[in-house]
């Protein structure tokens, strides 16, 4: 049996695989069916983030030629997942982790530790718990930064952090160097990530000075309690 | 050099000889194009490691986007590199062990185009932004189908002659056969489970498995299967104990697969089934020392080679540093060392030390063995170059591999201890300077390789005549069953 073909080709090659796959994926699998994914709907149903209006206001013109629908929900939505795209394609991911573990006081540097909910979505599939730090987790990062920062970071980051070896997104900016529908979109998924928390942002203070915040405007809604 | 082995083709009807049974020309196309990505890769993890000194020639273009370039470096690596190269191997050994030819050479030849346009279609796929979220299996979704059904015709092709030979089955084929289900298995389940079945946590769960047995369930075996194959035949002698060879397999299938969820330790994967994940990965070291052990027990007696013979060196220098990874991962797979090496370039040392520093130097040493005999040549051009390409390749690897496990400890306290995020960049950047240092070292190592297959190729003999007897029997022995 164990130098036969056929031991070798069921047990090993079969049987062993099907016992891992079910151990190492088909139990964590089976432990969160009951946590449904959250569609892109659910995700934008409580309304748009802070960040993507203020966009729409700092760029009018060039806002609504890239999101004609103006801020919706349905506008957000294509942000979002246009902003994933990129973050996949990009391969941000294999710079910045999306994942709080609650040891060397990661919770003290970034927030609240993940919870296995906050990735029950679509723009988690496949999870971008990430599988190296160069640059800080994200998971938390929404609303940490203001737009402005983010847009000078994303098209020259030396200029806001000068030892980072970030590299420079020029693709993100139209020819005179303001985010094109790209760079607002990757911009959106950022200032996302994390807007979900019942404290969020509570590292952030008032609004900038101008923007009226309509009721719809503002996750309010925790869709968890770490 | 036209060699005939004398008795290979008794009992098999058709096959005279060993040019009956070996296409040649498969195994020298499938090394050429593996040598070819291996410095489209080094290139790539080059450009990558100046965008971390903040040097990087091209910023701010589209195509040369640092992060897709660091996904050619690791894809080119897997999938360009060190499949083409074990392919080429695979047409070399399959046929001898079973005294069978391939199932068809025309469906060799196809395979060997089919992957080219794999590999090719991968690194324009990653540069034009088609990625996809799974580590290692980056490759763009609508290449996925591509990629599985030439690696299920890879399959058909090898197992063909395996299961149509007669008597008991040597090492080397117990690797393959379990190698040739798993590929295919591993890498459907990597490429499309989390994509498109389950998302959240589980896909984290099964993309760890995924990029785990990518190395454990098709690199793994196929390189120690060919070890097998080719460390008995130049040593002349048989491997050291056959029990210790079954406890290896055996230990291997089981435990390997085990090991996936130890990708995400502390994650909000549940803990219980990161423990099993741990407790498993320290039953692969125990593995692992059975077979390194069985291995430097067949090289009793017979150490001198390690001096004369630069294919035993590279196999065995290889199987050290395979020792020391996964001793190393012994170590930084328990809770205590991850709270401080996770995310760490610790990882990315220890990856490099696997992939290169194991399962290149094996490939290069297959290729230091096989290529003049391939090329129709009496010998290397320069044996000198060669050892020019061994000792830089070696010595450079082994400082990256420290210089990055000690960035990883600096980086992983620094972050403990929370250090301002900046900070922990300029700590690190002496750590990644020597690394490019080292990675260029690597590189000029390759140059000497490459000049030497050219000049070889070109001269089809050694430019000196050699001091030391070249010793032709070992490339074609009687091939024993």
Request: charge should be negative; include cysteine.
């Amino acid at each position: 049996m164990f130098e036969s073909k056929s031991g070798i080709f069921l047990i090993a090659g079969l049987f062993f695989f099907a016992l891992s796959f079910v151990v190492m994926g088909l139990l964590p699998w089976l432990m969160y069916i009951d946590e449904p994914e959250q569609t892109m709907e659910d995700l934008v149903a409580d309304g748009v983030i802070h960040e993507f209006v203020d966009l729409a206001e700092r760029f009018p013109d060039r806002f609504a030629k890239y999101f004609p629908d103006g801020v919706t929900r349905t506008s957000f939505a294509a942000a979002l997942k246009r902003g994933h795209e990129i973050y996949v394609a990009e391969a941000c991911w294999h710079c910045h982790t999306q994942q709080i573990r609650p040891v060397s006081g990661e919770d003290l540097r970034w927030g609240p530790v993940s919870h296995a909910r906050e990735y029950q979505n679509v723009l988690q599939r496949p999870v971008l718990f990430g599988t190296r730090r160069v640059g800080p987790d994200l998971i938390r990062e929404g609303a940490r930064h203001g737009n402005d920062w983010h847009i000078a970071h994303f098209h020259t980051p030396v200029s806001v952090v000068p030892t980072s070896v970030m590299p420079r997104y020029s693709w993100f900016y139209d020819e005179d160097d303001y985010p094109n529908r790209d760079g607002m979109s990757i911009i959106t998924y950022v200032q996302w990530l994390g807007s979900w928390l019942a404290e969020y942002p509570y590292y952030r203070g008032e609004g900038p000075a101008g923007v009226e915040l309509g009721a719809t405007d503002i996750i309010t809604d925790a869709m968890v309690t770490p | 050099m036209t060699t005939v082995s004398p008795a290979i083709g008794e009992g098999v009807s058709g096959i005279s000889s060993v040019r009956d049974l070996v296409n040649e020309k498969l195994v020298l196309w499938h090394f050429m194009a593996s040598l070819t990505y291996v410095m489209i890769a080094m290139l790539a993890g080059f450009l990558y490691a100046l965008q971390l000194q903040q040097l990087y020639p091209f910023p701010g273009i589209e195509l040369f986007s640092p992060g897709r370039w660091r996904m050619v470096h690791t894809n080119g690596v897997a999938y360009g590199f060190i499949a083409n190269a074990f392919l080429g191997a695979l047409h070399w050994a399959v046929p001898r062990l079973t005294l069978r030819r391939v199932l068809s050479v025309k469906l060799s030849w196809f395979i060997f185009a089919a992957w080219q346009v794999v590999v090719l279609s991968t690194v324009v796929g990653l540069l034009t932004g088609y990625a996809q979220a799974v580590e290692w299996g980056e490759t763009p979704i609508f290449i996925d189908p591509l990629a599985v059904v030439g690696l299920i015709l890879v399959a058909i092709n090898f197992l063909t002659p395996i299961l149509k030979s007669e008597g008991p089955m040597y090492v080397t084929l117990w690797y393959f056969i379990a190698a040739f289900v798993w590929t295919v298995l591993v890498y459907a389940m990597g490429n499309y489970i989390p994509q498109f079945f389950v998302g959240g946590v589980a896909s984290g769960a099964i993309a760890g498995l995924f990029i785990h047995d990518l190395v454990g369930l098709f690199v793994t075996p196929l390189g120690w299967g060919l070890m097998y194959y080719f460390v008995p035949i130049i040593l002349k002698k048989p491997i050291w104990s056959h029990g210790l060879s079954l406890v290896g397999f055996w230990g291997l299938a089981f435990f390997y697969p085990l090991n996936g969820i130890h990708h995400f330790l502390y994650s909000p994967i549940p803990m219980f089934l990161q423990y099993g994940a741990v407790i498993a990965t320290i039953a692969v070291e125990l593995v692992v020392t059975t077979v390194v052990v069985n291995f430097f027990m067949t090289l009793r007696h017979r150490g001198d080679a390690l001096r004369t013979n630069l294919a035993i060196r590279w196999f065995y220098i290889g199987m050290v540093f395979y020792f020391m990874t996964c001793l190393q991962c012994a170590f930084q797979v328990s809770l205590t060392f991850q709270k401080i090496i996770h995310f760490t370039d610790w990882v990315v040392g220890h990856s490099h030390l696997v992939m290169f520093g194991v399962f290149g130097f094996w490939i290069l040493g297959m290729m230091v063995h096989l290529l003049p005999r391939l090329l129709g040549a009496t010998g290397w051009y320069r044996s000198s170059w060669n050892e020019w390409h061994f000792w830089l390749t070696g010595i450079s690897m082994l400082v990256m591999f420290f210089d990055l496990m000690i960035a990883g400890l600096v980086q992983g306290f620094m972050w403990k201890d929370l250090a301002v995020w900046e900070a922990t960049l300029t700590a690190s950047a002496p750590f990644w300077l020597i690394r490019t240092f080292s990675g260029v070292a690597i590189i000029v190592g390759q140059f000497f390789f490459i000049s030497n297959i050219l000049m070889t190729a070109v001269y089809k003999r050694p430019a000196e005549p050699s001091t030391e007897p070249v010793d032709t029997s070992a490339i074609d022995p009687v091939v024993a069953t």
